[in-house]
C-alpha cells in the first residue's frame, strides 16, 4: 500500500477507527457525506449575492415601464453605493473580482492539496469563506457604504473558496477507483445544484428580515460544518490504516495500473509541478472545455433570477423572490444531468464523447429556452429543466470524474500526488471562464438577451469542438476493440469446425 501522505496527513481527532469487513465502505459513505456536505456549503454561500443584488440595488429593474415603477413604488430604497445608476455595474464588477481571485488562487490551492493535509486545508477553506461571507454581510449591522469595503472581504472570500473544489475532489478520488468513478461522482456532484438551491431559498427567505441575515445565517452553518470536517473527515485510505483490495476497487488489470494507491508500493512520491501537469494526456483540452463549459454554466448561475424576473413569462413579470425560487429548476435539471453524464460516460467508458455529445444538446436547449420560455410558466420550468440537464451534466463530469482520472492517469506510475494539482488546473481554468461570462453578460444585456444566449450557444459549440481530438481517439480505440472481438470470435469459430 502506497505511503503517498503519510508525512503531511493525520487521523482526525474526532473520528475512531472502523474495524472488519465493512470498514472500507464505512470509511467511503463518510467521505461521500463529509465531502458533499462541505461543497454544498460552499455553493450555498457563493448564491447569496445573486439573490441579494435585487435588494442591494431595486433599480436593476431596467429596460421596463414595470421595473421603473416598481423602483419607485417599492419601500426597499436599496444600499449605497449600489443603489445608484451604475449600482449593477458595481454589483458585476464584485461578481468579476470573486470570480478572478477565486480562479487564481485555485491554482495555489491545488499546488498546496498536493502537500498538505488535505484535512486542514479543507477547514481552513470553509471557516475562512464563512468568516468573510458574514462580514460582508455585517455591512448591514455596521451601516457601511464603501464600496471597497464589500469587494475587498468579497475577494478574500474567494480566496478561501478556491480551496474547497481541489481537497473535495482529491479526497474522494482517494477513496474510490476508476470503474464505477463516473456514476458516483454524478450523484455526488449534486452538492452543486443542492448547495445553488439551499442557498438561493435560504438567503431568499431571510431577505425580509434584512439583508445581512442572508448572509449570516449561511456563514454560521458553514462554519460549523467546516468544525464537522475537522473532526470527522478521513483524508486517505493509508492514513486510517486501510488495504485496498484490487477488487474491491476496479474489475480488471488494466483500470487497477491506474488506481490512486497501488497496492504493494512503499515507496514516497514526490508532488509534481505545475507544468508536468499540464502535459499529462488529456488535462489541456478538457480544461479548455471547462473554460466554457464553466463560462456557459455560471453566467446562469449569477444571472438566472436576473433575467428571470426582466423576461415576462405569460406576459406577466416575476416578483425578485419568485424569480429566485424558479431560477432552482436549472440546478434540479443539473442533479440529473450530473448523474446521467456519469452514469453513461461509465457505460461506455468514453469521457470525451460524453461530455461533448452534452455541450452540443446544450445548445438547441439554449436557444429553445430563450424562443418559448415565456410563452408559460409550464415552458419556462421544462425548458429550464432540459437546459440545465445539459449545461451542467458535462460540468460536473468533468470537474469530477475527468479530473480523478487525470490526476490517478497512469502516466503518472501510481503517483497520488498529483491529484489536486490536476483538479486545481482543470477547475481553475474553467473558472477563468466562469468570471468572464457573468462579465461580459451585464454588458451585453443592456442591449439584448438574445445576444447574450447567441454568445453561451457559441460556447457550448467550442467547449464539444475542443474535446473533438479526445473524441476521435476514444471512437478509434472503441472500433480497434470491436474489431479485435469480432476476429477473436471468428478464429475460435473456426477452430471448433476444425
Not at 136 to 155: D, K, S, T
Not at 257 to 262: A, G, I, N, S
Amino acid at each position: 500500500m502506497a505511503k503517498s501522505h503519510e508525512t503531511t496527513s493525520r487521523k482526525p481527532p474526532g473520528l475512531r477507527l472502523f474495524k472488519g469487513d465493512k470498514a472500507l465502505r464505512n470509511y467511503q459513505t463518510l467521505v461521500l457525506v463529509l465531502t458533499f456536505l462541505a461543497y454544498t456549503c460552499f455553493h450555498m454561500t457563493r448564491k447569496i449575492t445573486s439573490i441579494v443584488k435585487s435588494e442591494l440595488d431595486p433599480q436593476t429593474k431596467v429596460g421596463s415601464a414595470w421595473g421603473r415603477l416598481h423602483a419607485r413604488n417599492s419601500l426597499n430604497i436599496g444600499w449605497s453605493p449600489f443603489n445608484t445608476s451604475d449600482g449593477s455595474t458595481l454589483l458585476g464588477e464584485i461578481d468579476v473580482a470573486f470570480l478572478a481571485v477565486y480562479s487564481l488562487g485555485m491554482f495555489f490551492a491545488g499546488h498546496l492539496g498536493d502537500r498538505m493535509d488535505l484535512r486542514i486545508v479543507l477547514t481552513i477553506g470553509m471557516i475562512g469563506t464563512a468568516i468573510f461571507t458574514a462580514l460582508f454581510g455585517a455591512g448591514y449591522w455596521l451601516n457601511i457604504h464603501n464600496f471597497y469595503y464589500f469587494l475587498v472581504f468579497q475577494m478574500i472570500a474567494g480566496l478561501f473558496q478556491s480551496s474547497g473544489w481541489p481537497s473535495v475532489v482529491a479526497v474522494v478520488g482517494n477513496w474510490f477507483g476508476k470503474s464505477k468513478r463516473g456514476l458516483i461522482m454524478g450523484i455526488w456532484n449534486a452538492h452543486t445544484s443542492i448547495g445553488n438551491i439551499s442557498g438561493s431559498l435560504l438567503a431568499a427567505s431571510l431577505l425580509k428580515f434584512g439583508w445581512g441575515w442572508s448572509f449570516a445565517i449561511p456563514s454560521i452553518i458553514m462554519a460549523l460544518a467546516g468544525l464537522v470536517v475537522f473532526f470527522f473527515l478521513p483524508v486517505s485510505p493509508d492514513v486510517m490504516e486501510i488495504d485496498i483490495d484490487d477488487g474491491e476497487i476496479n474489475s480488471d488489470k488494466d483500470t487497477a495500473k491506474e488506481l490512486l494507491l497501488e497496492p504493494g508500493q512503499e515507496v514516497k512520491h514526490e508532488a509534481i509541478g505545475f507544468l508536468e501537469a499540464w502535459r499529462i494526456p488529456g488535462v489541456a483540452p478538457f480544461a479548455l472545455c471547462l473554460f466554457f463549459s464553466k463560462l456557459v454554466a455560471y453566467t446562469f448561475l449569477y444571472w438566472l433570477p436576473f433575467y428571470i424576473s426582466h423576461t415576462p413569462i405569460g406576459n406577466e413579470y416575476l416578483s425578485d423572490a419568485m424569480a429566485g425560487s424558479l431560477s432552482t429548476v436549472f440546478d434540479v435539471g443539473g442533479v440529473l444531468g450530473g448523474v446521467l453524464a456519469g452514469h453513461i460516460s461509465d457505460r461506455l467508458n468514453a469521457r470525451a464523447i460524453t461530455a461533448a455529445s452534452f455541450m452540443y444538446c446544450a445548445i438547441p436547449a439554449l436557444f429553445l429556452y430563450r424562443t418559448y420560455g415565456s410563452m408559460s410558466m409550464m415552458s419556462n420550468i421544462c425548458l429550464m429543466f432540459i437546459t440545465g440537464m445539459f449545461v451542467n451534466g458535462p460540468y460536473a463530469l468533468i470537474t469530477t470524474a475527468v479530473s480523478a482520472d487525470l490526476g490517478t492517469h497512469s502516466s503518472l506510475n501510481g503517483n497520488s500526488r498529483a491529484l489536486a494539482t490536476v483538479t486545481a488546473i482543470i477547475d481553475g481554468t474553467g473558472s477563468v471562464g466562469a468570471a468572464i461570462g457573468p462579465l461580459l453578460t451585464g454588458y451585453i444585456s443592456t442591449e439584448s438577451w438574445s445576444a447574450v444566449f447567441t454568445m453561451l450557444m457559441a460556447a457550448a459549440l467550442l467547449a464539444g469542438l475542443l474535446l473533438t481530438h479526445l473524441v476521435c481517439a476514444e471512437l478509434r480505440g472503441k472500433l480497434s476493440s470491436n474489431v479485435s472481438r469480432v476476429v477473436a470470435n471468428a478464429q475460435t469459430t473456426c477452430s471448433d469446425l476444425v
